[in-house]
């Protein structure tokens, strides 16, 4: 049972966890405040939280998304900004709402794939990782 313990504790990842808290957060205030009209609070929180798992992750796929998220974000909490993103059947919001809980999904797969990775290289076993997984 120790072993098991330290085990955990010893491939426990501080930046993955940061970042994995931070998208939760993001989360939670996209599904929680819809957007399509200017809400300064709302942006500067999900600016906040985007930089936050930018900065926490030091991989190139993971930086990425949060970079477009952030631009998703400005526009979903701006008077018209988010208009351009209309399509025939879905408001722009409603369509930025939807775009960033894609890409968050896509973060944390990736995420899970970088600790998967990282475990591997730990262990030992370099055919569980490679190189683009970083």
Known sequence: MRQC?????????PDLNEARMHVAALRELIIHRSGGWPDNA?????????????????????????????VYVADLYS??????????????SDFLRLRVLREIDAFGSRLEAVETSRRAIERGDLSGASQTDF
């Open 5 to 13: 313990m330290q085990a955990t504790k010893k491939m426990s990842y």
């Open 42 to 70: 709302s942006l500067r929180r999900a600016q906040h939280h985007c930089r936050a798992a930018h900065d926490a992750t030091d991989d190139e796929e993971c930086r990425e998304r949060m970079d477009d998220v952030a």
């Open 79 to 92: 008077d018209i900004g988010h208009q351009k993103w209309t399509r025939k059947q879905t408001s722009g």
